[in-house]
């Protein structure tokens, strides 16, 4: 592997691997937002990826040539013998469009990729740099690609009438002309199919899950991380133990214990059994947490004439609000996302969580934009939620707790 350590052989293979991985991603991405013919031509990839990787190793013709180099590739997809290749339906301004793109980003991208490597032999340190940022570049695009992708077709699904659905089902592009008319499968699912009753169920079954896993994990967690007791050890390492049982395997038990109960068919039966499945999680989170906090807050606490319960009020809880917050999302995306629970034990439509409305639609009877829209209300409030509290979740307020 020795010989890769040169900056006109190490140039080459990356750009030729590069641009394999950018011709596929851009031609999946134009089919699916134009729905146009596009493919990756896999040789042609190799080609003229080893060709311009080798130009940029060896910084010929520095920004000149790079946009020269854009052009030239951008140039070559537009005759047929680039790294994509594009089928003969496809409008000028698609073939345009996917042209530029894929000789702009390659260019860009390898640029970055293999800045600072020198002409001939590469250092150790040089030659990771560079494969690292080729991983980093491919991991970026590989899972952004994996997640961006089915949620572009499911909501471009949704916002399509079913005769162009039975046209083409891989036709994703709109027809805009439609205006707001594009969103009819959502105004149908809140008016013909009561889905913001499902909302509001869905909304404050996770709450109360929230509530009640905290208000049951967070004395717990602490008494864990804090006091001694007997067996302190072997609860501590047998928290996460039921989750050794599958819940399919508990659904039996659960169904009839709940129907002899008549909970079965109730929110108080969701609210009562989703906890139980978010405790030992929450649990595991917080205790470590705690016992990362520093001891000697709580202690000053204590002298002072705090007492315990104050101090965990006063003191561990504050300190503890990103972990609380991570918890709290975690716990409140099992109890949104939650199925195989709602599925056996509701059968009446006006108690649905919006899972099990969504489940509802998955009908032959039911179009299929409709089944796709609704997936599309339950996944939007998580991703906000997610990204609204990202950085609060993050954010270290422990640092600078103790001096010195």
Same mark, same amino acid.
């Given at each position: 592997?020795?010989?890769? =350590?040169? *900056?006109?052989?190490? $140039?080459? %293979?990356? @750009? /030729?691997?590069? #641009?394999?991985? &950018?011709?596929?991603?851009?031609?999946?991405?134009?089919?699916?937002?134009?729905?146009?013919?596009?493919?990756?031509?896999?040789?042609?990839?190799?080609?003229?990826?080893?060709?311009?990787?080798?130009?940029?190793?060896? =910084?010929? *013709?520095?920004?000149? $040539?790079? %946009?020269? @180099? /854009?052009?030239? #590739?951008?140039? &070559?997809?537009?005759?047929?013998?680039?790294?994509?290749?594009?089928?003969?339906?496809?409008?000028?301004?698609?073939?345009?469009?996917?042209?530029?793109?894929?000789?702009?980003?390659?260019?860009?991208?390898?640029?970055?990729?293999?800045?600072?490597?020198?002409?001939?032999?590469?250092?150790?340190?040089?030659?990771?740099?560079?494969?690292?940022?080729?991983?980093?570049?491919?991991?970026?695009?590989?899972?952004?690609?994996?997640?961006?992708?089915?949620?572009?077709?499911?909501?471009?699904?949704?916002?399509?009438?079913?005769?162009?659905?039975?046209?083409?089902?891989?036709?994703?592009?709109?027809?805009?002309?439609?205006?707001?008319?594009?969103?009819?499968?959502?105004?149908?699912?809140?008016?013909?199919?009561?889905?913001?009753?499902?909302?509001?169920?869905?909304?404050?079954?996770?709450?109360?899950?929230?509530?009640?896993?905290?208000?049951?994990?967070?004395?717990?967690?602490?008494?864990?991380?804090?006091?001694?007791?007997?067996?302190?050890?072997?609860?501590?390492?047998?928290?996460?133990?039921?989750?050794?049982?599958?819940?399919?395997?508990?659904?039996?038990?659960?169904?009839?214990?709940?129907?002899?109960?008549?909970?079965?068919?109730?929110?108080?039966?969701?609210?009562?059994?989703?906890?139980?499945?978010?405790?030992?999680?929450?649990?595991?989170?917080?205790?470590?947490?705690?016992?990362?906090?520093?001891?000697?807050?709580?202690?000053?606490?204590?002298?002072?004439?705090?007492?315990?319960?104050?101090?965990?009020?006063?003191?561990?809880?504050?300190?503890?609000?990103?972990?609380?917050?991570?918890?709290?999302?975690?716990?409140?995306?099992?109890?949104?996302?939650?199925?195989?629970?709602?599925?056996?034990?509701?059968?009446?439509?006006?108690?649905?969580?919006?899972?099990?409305?969504?489940?509802?639609?998955?009908?032959?009877?039911?179009?299929?934009?409709?089944?796709?829209?609704?997936?599309?209300?339950?996944?939007?409030?998580?991703?906000?939620?997610?990204?609204?509290?990202?950085?609060?979740?993050?954010?270290?307020?422990?640092?600078?707790?103790?001096?010195?």
């Amino acid at each position: 592997m020795s010989y890769l =350590r040169y *900056g006109y052989v190490t $140039g080459p %293979v990356l @750009g /030729a691997l590069w #641009l394999v991985i &950018l011709s596929t991603i851009i031609a999946v991405a134009m089919s699916f937002a134009t729905g146009d013919p596009f493919r990756p031509a896999i040789l042609w990839s190799l080609v003229w990826g080893a060709i311009i990787g080798f130009g940029i190793s060896q =910084r010929i *013709g520095d920004l000149p $040539g790079a %946009v020269m @180099g /854009a052009v030239a #590739l951008a140039g &070559l997809v537009l005759l047929g013998m680039g790294p994509m290749i594009i089928g003969e339906s496809a409008s000028v301004w698609s073939r345009s469009l996917a042209a530029l793109a894929l000789g702009g980003i390659f260019i860009w991208s390898m640029e970055a990729i293999l800045s600072g490597m020198p002409k001939a032999a590469l250092s150790r340190h040089e030659f990771e740099e560079a494969v690292i940022r080729f991983l980093t570049g491919f991991g970026y695009i590989f899972f952004t690609a994996i997640v961006l992708i089915p949620f572009y077709v499911m909501v471009m699904t949704s916002l399509k009438s079913q005769q162009a659905l039975l046209q083409n089902p891989l036709d994703f592009s709109l027809d805009w002309d439609k205006g707001w008319g594009l969103f009819r499968s959502y105004s149908e699912l809140f008016a013909d199919f009561g889905f913001g009753g499902y909302l509001w169920t869905s909304f404050y079954v996770s709450v109360l899950t929230v509530l009640i896993t905290l208000l049951f994990s967070v004395p717990g967690a602490y008494a864990v991380a804090r006091l001694k007791f007997r067996g302190r050890a072997a609860f501590s390492r047998s928290i996460l133990l039921i989750y050794m049982v599958p819940m399919i395997v508990l659904a039996l038990p659960i169904y009839i214990a709940f129907s002899m109960t008549g909970l079965r068919n109730s929110i108080l039966g969701l609210v009562m059994i989703y906890p139980v499945t978010t405790i030992p999680v929450a649990l595991y989170m917080l205790q470590g947490y705690f016992r990362g906090l520093p001891g000697e807050v709580e202690e000053a606490g204590l002298m002072d004439g705090l007492s315990r319960l104050a101090v965990i009020w006063k003191i561990t809880l504050p300190l503890s609000l990103p972990a609380l917050a991570s918890v709290s999302l975690y716990v409140f995306m099992i109890a949104w996302n939650e199925f195989l629970l709602a599925f056996m034990l509701l059968d009446d439509p006006s108690k649905f969580t919006l899972t099990r409305g969504v489940a509802m639609l998955n009908s032959s009877e039911i179009p299929r934009q409709h089944l796709m829209a609704g997936a599309v209300i339950a996944t939007l409030p998580i991703m906000v939620l997610f990204l609204g509290l990202e950085k609060f979740m993050t954010k270290g307020l422990t640092a600078g707790s103790v001096k010195g």
